[in-house]
């Protein structure tokens, strides 16, 4: 054989993804092998302008029958294996090419590639990481078996893998919406249940049946498989990184929290210098209410992460992001539920620099920052953040300030768009209009609207509407009742906007009844924002009427504990739990406080309603 480097594919309606992969490999392959078994988009037309081998396969449920097909047209000495929604770096690709001219084409070998699972879009730097054997010498006796989740083998023998950690595979195809997109899950369900028709199954075919019913989030029947797939012949196998792995979030994901931290012990013993069951059990934590000690744990992956063990850098089994994103993600989460505010924007703000595209991040940092900080900081920060501000951020944060009814933030990002010559749409034109209160534009952009639009952008515009008929005491929207959700998510954007006449109309005509949760909602909303006194405000005519909600108590609760004023506390902490019965955080923070005797009595009721997270709460 001439030639050194085949790339070897299968694909069927990979039109959106294919052109991709090509370029990333062409110049790095001496030919490209494209099974086709099926296309009915422009698959085929992007493939021929790579190749002339594009070959046509009647699908048969069986990935490794078609490969197969694709090495038999093979003429190289090596061949690799990609997937149309994946690529990689060409410059490592040809530095892989340079390494396989070096080496005895007559040996059966393979190597081991790390690949790069995006979770969620590219841009997020968010993936899961697995390893895969995709490059191997061309041979007769080497090929694929099975059919779903394919297995390389060399018929007279072991076939020798290396890992080799220098050429990474990024693969984007199992992202929600591309699943969503192709159905693959019901795809390879249907394979499985063929596959049981004539096979016995083995660990590794429950690990990849349970990966499917993740998939569709079927966390039972996942579970259910991992387990079987969990035995002592196939703890050393490479997918158990992975199974153990999810088997773990399984268990947390069903509220199994006593079974999740068994195995996140065990995990921790197993692999005690990464950062991934750290992570688990600092998220256990969380979720049955211990906060300060989940605060610790993810503190904790993060100094994991920051000075790694390992000479490679690597601190982690399955992914980075329990050194990241995740600790950080949580951080937030739990800062906010304590009320510790500058803590809150410390982590929102480190995610901000870890993924400044994060629009839900960045909305929940302004949030919390336009009450509580002048505008020129947050406008100075904003810049730091966005060194070289583009056309599409500079619309994002004008979209950004606008959700948040936020005037001064809004007049400064519209100002940047119009220098820009940015459109605008009349949606963004209409919310602006409110903010600046403006009636005449307001008019001109709803008239612009076409009333055929999408029931999501429906919904916009009734909102709207009805906010400026309190505004202006015009009529706009022809619905006599709005619900309880909607007329807060309209009260609050008055109070932002500055419209505090509209505001006070606005509850004044609500019924006695919905003014009760109107103003636990409220006060909840404030505490959250830490505009505390506001809060308080709320929460004591609640007090008065004995009208304040569980949330509200659990608020109560945490301010005072924030001034260290433990007994009144207390009392507001029973109250909570004497209105909602399931509020774990509520009970484990009065486990925290408590003296002995009526610890006891706590735990009691707690093992009553909480079996499933007893244990990791008494431990603690």
Known sequence: ?????????????????????????????????????????????????????????????????????????????????????????????????????????????SFLLPIYNFTESVQSGKFVESTAIRIFLNHPDIYFVRPIHEQLIYQNGELQTTFYPSLHIFHTG??????????????????????????????????????????????PKALENYKKAMTNRSKNQVYMLHCFNRTVSVLMTLELFDDAMSLVEEGIQRWPDQVDYFCFKAAIYKDVGLYEKAAEFFELCIQIAENPKDSSGRYWVVSPNYGSFIPYSN?????????????????????????????????????????????????????????????????????????LSHKELAEHFYHLCLRENIPLSSLSQMRYALISDDLQT?????????????????????????????????????????????????????????????????????????????????????????????????????????????????????????????????????????????SLGAYTLLLRYCDEEEKKEVLRVFKERFPECYSVVKNY
Request: proline share 1%; net charge negative; charged share 25%.
């Open 442 to 582: 307001f008019d001109t952009c709803l008239s612009d609207i076409h009333l055929d639009n999408s029931s999501d952008q429906q919904g916009q515009i009734n909102k709207l509407m009805t906010i400026a008929e309190v505004i202006w005491n015009k009529p706009y929207h022809s619905e006599d009742h709005i619900d309880i959700e909607l007329s807060v998510s309209i009260l609050i954007d008055l109070f932002n906007m500055g419209h505090y006449s509209a505001y006070d109309s606005l509850i004044q005509n609500a019924s006695q009844q919905d003014k009760y949760v109107i103003a636990n909602r409220l006060g909840d909303h404030f505490i959250g924002n830490g505009q505390y006194q506001l809060a308080i405000d709320y929460y004591s005519h609640l007090l008065l009427d004995d009208k304040l909600e569980s949330s509200g108590y659990e608020n109560l609760a945490r301010l005072y504990l924030m001034q260290d004023e433990i007994k009144e506390s207390l009392q507001f902490l029973r109250k909570a739990i004497e209105l909602e019965t399931n």
């Open 1 to 109: 054989m001439d030639k050194l480097l085949s790339l070897c594919m299968i694909v069927k309606n990979e039109e959106k993804v294919l052109r991709r992969c090509l370029t990333s490999i062409r110049d790095c392959v001496d030919e490209i092998i494209i099974i086709d078994t099926g296309s009915t988009d422009g698959t085929r037309e992007i493939a021929r302008e790579y190749t002339e081998q594009l070959y046509e396969y009647k699908w048969e449920q069986d990935f490794s029958a078609a490969k197969n097909e694709a090495l038999r047209k093979s003429r190289s000495k090596w061949i690799l294996i990609l997937d149309a929604d994946e690529y990689v770096q060409t410059e490592e690709l040809a530095q892989m090419r340079s390494f396989l001219l070096s080496l005895d084409s007559t040996k059966p070998i």
């Open 331 to 403: 951080l937030a989460s739990i800062y906010h539920s304590l009320l510790d505010i500058p803590k809150t924007v410390y982590a929102l703000t480190k995610l901000i620099n870890l993924d400044s595209s994060n629009q839900a991040v960045l909305f929940q940092l302004l949030k919390i920052l336009l009450p509580n900080e002048p505008i020129s900081s947050i406008i100075t920060l904003l810049d730091k953040i966005y060194l070289e501000m583009s056309r599409t951020q500079v619309l994002q944060l004008f979209e950004i300030a606008l959700l």
């Open 174 to 219: 199992y992202t929600e919406e591309t699943l969503r997109e192709k159905d693959k899950s019901n795809r390879n369900l249907a394979i499985f249940e063929k596959l049981k028709e004539t096979k016995e199954f083995e660990e590794y075919d429950y690990y990849t049946l349970g990966n499917e019913y993740f998939a569709i989030r079927d966390f």
